[in-house]
């Protein structure tokens, strides 16, 4: 039988994208209950230009990284009685129309969380860079720490629910919180599945060394996971 | 000799700083006491150089007393860079809770 899940809150985490900001609200918005912009420190105009397009925002105060803004958002949710969490990304490089595929499996019963994956059937142009070494290196990461395979573990759209959401606290304030996500969600037995969905390269956002604010990088993402597996 | 003097007269002058911070509570009593202890440590370890040297040398090392201090030093450098880098993660970590913290009362205020 078909679960009652009445309140859709869509989380976006956003630092300095003024650019793509008022564009992502407008799509999403009419397709979910509640958008969160979660201002993650911008020093450009995100802030006001989020706030005029009426979404609910969140403001960091100061740059705290990706991370740190999406369990914002999430606390902000459970606070607000979110039936299911969608994780989305700001510089529109995922399609607001699949965000009703990507819920799919959550409100049939199906899934606890559900994972976007760029390699599941629908065609994105992803840099060979990216898809070659990038990406697989991620993977292999994954494997050894947390001992989850998925198809494309740093995708960052993905759903909650809020059983999920209750259960999973993000600590890591960088990029390192897609591997931990996965990680909490196995550990709590949460039941996982994979959607496939489309992402449209603009720009590289994330290189091996250095990406966009707090915590990005590659290899700064792999410190993270060690010093995460170190603290606790 | 004049080197072991001057070590000490530099330790000394260490040691007299710390009980100044101490007596203006620029630093807690635990961390007097840390720094205190380690200067002790450094003082008696340069006074009895030669006991060191000989113990050194029964424990199989080839270089003299000073040289194994000096390794020793690099080791313990390690250490506490490696603890501040752990101690400021925390910090850091904190810094994210207050930030949260600030933003959801924002926007409860506003509601």
């Given at each position: 039988m078909e679960k009652n899940f009445n309140k859709i809150i869509v989380i976006i985490p956003a630092y300095n994208e003024e650019k793509n900001?008022?564009?992502?609200?407008?799509?999403v918005r009419p397709l979910v209950n509640e958008l969160v912009i979660v201002d993650d420190g911008s020093s450009d105009r995100t802030f006001e230009l989020a706030k005029k397009q009426g979404a609910t925002v969140l403001r960091h105060l100061i740059n705290r990284g990706q991370g740190a803004a999406l369990q914002t958002g999430d606390e902000y949710a459970l606070n607000n009685q979110a039936d299911i969490v969608v994780h989305f990304d700001a510089d529109g490089q995922f399609l607001s129309r699949e965000?009703?595929?990507i819920i799919l499996p959550i409100q049939s019963g199906e899934a606890d969380a559900v994972f976007g994956s760029r390699f599941l059937?629908?065609?994105?142009?992803?840099?060979w860079f990216k898809e070659k070494i990038i990406i697989p290196l991620a993977g292999l990461v994954n494997k050894i720490l947390i001992n989850v395979s998925l198809t494309d573990p740093q995708n960052g759209f993905r759903a909650l629910s809020r059983k999920a959401l209750e259960k999973i606290t993000i600590e890591n304030d960088g990029?390192?919180?897609?591997?931990?996500i996965l990680y909490k969600v196995s550990k709590n037995k949460l039941i996982i599945k994979e959607v496939p969905i489309t992402v449209i390269y603009h720009d590289f956002g994330q290189g091996l060394f250095r990406g966009n604010g707090r915590g990005t990088g590659g290899f700064r993402i792999i410190k993270d996971?060690?010093?995460?597996?170190?603290?606790n | 000799m004049i080197q072991q003097i001057i070590a000490l007269v530099i330790i000394l002058?260490?040691?007299s700083r710390l009980f100044w911070q101490k007596k203006n509570k620029e630093i807690g009593g635990n961390e007097f006491i840390f720094w205190l202890v380690f200067w002790i440590l450094a003082a008696l370890l340069i006074i009895f150089l030669k006991q060191v040297d000989s113990f050194v040398a029964a424990l199989g090392f080839s270089g003299k007393g000073i040289d194994v201090l000096?390794?020793?030093?690099v080791v313990v450098l390690f250490y506490l860079v490696f603890k501040l880098g752990l101690k400021m993660e925390k910090i850091e970590k904190d810094i994210t809770k207050i930030v949260r913290k600030i933003s959801l009362n924002d926007k409860e205020d506003k509601n």
């Open positions: 900001i008022e564009k992502v609200i407008n799509e965000i009703k595929e059937g629908k065609k994105s142009e992803i840099p990029m390192a919180h897609c591997s931990e996971l060690f010093l995460a597996k170190l603290m | 002058f260490f040691v000096f390794y020793l030093s």
